[in-house]
T-cell receptor, first 115, second 116 residues
């Protein structure tokens, strides 16, 4: 089955700096890669996703890059703000059919943005 | 955007009792819903895939008689933790997707179950 590795497990940055979180996956058939932000006591919230036919996607301060050959993808947050502090999860799945959208999650990165 | 509602948000029960958690898709129909379990400071572990009108598919190591899943309509799936024990205490989260738009998966806000 799919295995997703995520690094680092914790990341502390100063407000205004950039943060980068990296993930690798094992299943070459995976073609959908979402990133979720989870605040304490809440469910994960989708912040950005990318499909395997795209190498990069950007939404304001957030961007995701995908290298299919190397099987890794990264989340980039620029101009970080204290409210960006949360746990971030990457995930991977094969994207067709009902149960094939099962997500395999990385272990999460606790991001702390210091004011 | 798509909303998934989960109820209750918190529940405390005594050992040996059963607890039902509801997951509703509020503005779309979900033929497939997923149930996850999350331990403190850990990642989400998929427990089962809930399919409307058919039996749920459980992940390896998840007891189907312990965690009963019913997906009776296109907007509601329920997870019942039967004969709960303290080790069942956890954060349970559901997710759903529209069959017509595919991903992304939308998550509920989770249910914190504490078994005393």
């Amino acid at each position: 089955g799919e295995n997703v590795e995520q690094h680092p497990s914790t990341l502390s940055v100063q407000e205004g700096d950039s943060a980068v979180i990296k993930c690798t996956y094992s299943d070459s058939a995976s073609n959908y890669f979402p990133w979720y932000k989870q605040e304490l006591g809440k469910g994960p919230q989708l912040i950005i996703d990318i499909r395997s036919n795209v190498g990069e996607k950007k939404d304001q301060r957030i961007a995701v890059t995908l290298n299919k050959t190397a099987k890794h993808f990264s989340l980039h947050i620029t101009e970080t703000q204290p409210e960006d502090s949360a746990v971030y999860f990457c995930a991977a799945s094969r994207g067709s059919g009902g149960s094939n959208y099962k997500l395999t999650f990385g272990k999460g990165t606790l991001l702390t943005v210091n004011p | 955007g798509a909303v998934v509602s989960q109820h209750p948000s918190r529940v405390i029960c005594k050992s040996g009792t059963s607890v039902k958690i509801e997951c509703r898709s509020l503005d779309f129909q979900a033929t497939t819903m997923f149930w996850y379990r999350q331990f403190p400071k850990k990642s989400l572990m998929l427990m089962a895939t809930s399919n409307e009108g058919s039996k749920a598919t459980y992940e390896q190591g998840v007891e189907k008689d312990k965690f009963l899943i019913n997906h009776a309509s296109l907007t509601l799936s329920t997870l019942t933790v039967t004969s709960a024990h303290p080790e069942d205490s956890s954060f349970y989260i559901c997710s759903a997707r529209s069959p017509w738009t595919g991903p992304p998966l939308h998550f509920g806000n989770g249910t914190r179950l504490t078994v005393t």
